[in-house]
């Protein structure tokens, strides 16, 4: 019997390298990699005939685009054979970046699409394991190598990976992908939300060779009780017991040490007097090595500390004013297609840094890539990261609330390094309820659980009564920082001249953000009456001198991130004059235009800056 049993817990040990969870690779887009960014091979699938055959069950052999075939090959042994499809002479497009881009009958196509290339790769020596990793993909992801079924991922903003060490071979390897866009009201966002679906392949994918045992996720930060602190898993057969180290070589500093039965290990230090601290004057960020065996995880850290006291935000233990503005993840263009590059990422940011003098961003209304939060680290903007549980999100299903605590984990364990993300938010524009409140309140406990050392918040809603504005959602109470989108002027007729007069009323003593607030304007249509139009440049620069006027006599005000920078592409706003599928409340057009409320916000943030 005892043999029995010992050769059941070798197998359970064999079977599951890490007993603990799915990699995660957490800082895998600093490791050395094997990019399958490029030329891929794409198939619209409208019926997903590649998902079940018409009665439903498997798909034909004829309609299997993941089968491990050259399909000219294939003919020429049996020219019986039927397919109708034919991935290796479909149209080849670039990836990453969305499919609304690959050609003009793909702009509005929402459905499922294949993606087929091949690659020379080398079976894993031994010692090793390689994992195919994605930025991210909207919305379901099905992976499939050497025809091979690899795994699966719900989610259209965050990164998943999947070990195939077993599954790569010498010479030419092929992956084929497929990736549905359609989300139904249990997904998260539910299909209606105000920002246009951008399907497909959206953020690079990468081979990535690691030891058999590895850094699999790594946390290095300065918490508020002025030490250094890290968090450290590893993963594979040898993570239990295991040596490791944490340097910080221009700090001198190194923390070591072993690995406990689950392959963890946690330490801290005082952090050494040297240190200077990240803050988007000063964006100091650190080489950081995390050694174990024969990995070296490095990545790119800064050292801060975000806290609040009664109605103050205190970065660095000083109290700090949010000159934001929120973004969409879209790069600049009159053709968008959500392929954020370096230089995209940098051309933003700096708009809103050198351009409107600010020193925040909220990234709406998803994570965003991790090209956009490492550039923000790079050029010291702080931001809000959130998770799109956004409208009408089915409050009352398990299955929702699962893959809004998995979006809401993925999203904080890639970040959690990154200095400039501040706040993590957990929801947009909810509607109160006690289904949503129980919901949020779970996310809520889970960024706690998951990274003590950031502020949690949601952007709420207020109630009107006549020109008072009270915040009043059950929420605050479990927030940090509250923050609410206000719309006064736009969405109903109050006279401009009129918002400075109301009043806000919130109950109590924390910091409050102006999440959102805004007004559409088409670039270059101008209204010179007294009472101009809305959709002018004067209409919204005069709706931001009045809401501007109204938010300074707010003494809980601690943050501004007015909606927001650029125009975005909305499915929801078709005005076929001033919108054509665009919501125009942009400071800048889609091609960077600045409109006349760019300057009026950089004022004012000039004026608090002290500049
Ligand atoms: C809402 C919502 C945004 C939307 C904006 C608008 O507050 O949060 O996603 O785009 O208002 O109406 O333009």
Known sequence: ????????????????????????????????????????????????????????????????????????????????????????????????????????????????????????????????????????????????????????????????????????????????????????????????????????????????????????????????????????????????????????????????????????????????????????????????????????????????????????????????????????????????????????????????????????????HYPHSEVMTRMADELGLIVWSEVPVYWRVNWNNPATLASARQQLRENIVRDRNRASIALWSVANETPIGDARNAFLRTLIADVRAIDDSRLVTAALLSKREGKVMRIDDPLVADLDVMAINTYNGWYSQDPLAELPSFEWRSPANKPLIFSEFGADAQAGYNDAAADPHKFSEEFQAEYYRQTLAMAAKVPSLAGLSPWLLKDFRSPRRQHPVFQQGWNRKGLISETGARKQAFFVLAEEYRKRAGH
């Open 1 to 364: 019997m005892r043999r029995l049993s010992r050769a059941l817990a070798l197998l359970v040990l064999l079977l599951a390298p890490s007993a603990f969870a799915q990699a995660v690779l957490t800082g895998a887009d600093m490791r050395p990699a094997q990019s399958l960014d490029g030329a891929w091979h794409w198939s619209v699938d409208p019926y997903r005939d590649g998902k079940a055959g018409f009665h439903g069950g498997m798909p034909g052999e004829s309609s299997r685009r993941w089968s491990d075939i050259i399909q000219a090959d294939a003919l020429e042994q049996n020219p019986r054979a039927r397919y109708e499809f034919d991935m290796q002479r479909s149209p080849v497009t670039h990836l990453p970046g969305s499919w609304i881009g690959h050609a003009a009958e793909m702009r509005y196509y929402q459905g499922l699409v294949w993606y087929q290339r091949t690659f020379d790769a080398r079976k894993p020596a031994a010692g090793t394991r390689m994992f195919l990793r994605f930025g991210a993909a909207d919305y379901t992801t099905d992976v499939y190598l050497n025809g091979k079924s690899v795994g699966s991922h719900k989610g259209g903003f965050t990164p998943f990976v999947f070990d195939v060490t077993e599954l790569l071979r010498d010479g030419s390897n092929q992956i084929t992908i497929s990736v549905d866009s359609a989300r139904t009201d249990d997904d998260v966002p539910p299909p209606v939300t105000d920002w246009e679906t951008y399907g497909g392949i959206t953020r690079s994918v990468t081979l990535v060779t690691v030891p058999e045992t590895f850094v699999d996720d790594a946390w290095v930060r300065l918490g508020r009780d002025g030490r250094i602190h890290a968090d450290v898993r590893l993963y594979g057969h040898q993570a239990q017991n295991r040596d490791l180290a944490v340097r910080i070589p221009a700090l001198g500093l190194t923390l070591s040490g072993k690995t406990d039965s689950s392959g963890s290990w946690t330490s801290s230090a005082p952090a050494p007097g040297m240190l200077k601290r990240w803050s988007p004057e000063v964006p100091t960020l650190y080489d950081v090595r995390i050694e174990s065996g024969t990995d070296l995880l490095q990545d790119r850290i800064g050292f801060r500390t975000i806290e609040t006291r009664g109605t103050q935000i205190l970065l660095n233990g000083k109290p700090v004013f949010l000159r934001g503005i929120s973004m969409h993840e879209e790069e600049l263009g009159k053709d968008p297609v959500r392929a954020i590059t370096p230089a995209a990422a940098r051309a933003l940011l700096t708009e809103i840094k050198q351009g409107l003098n600010g020193n925040f961003v909220r990234l709406a």
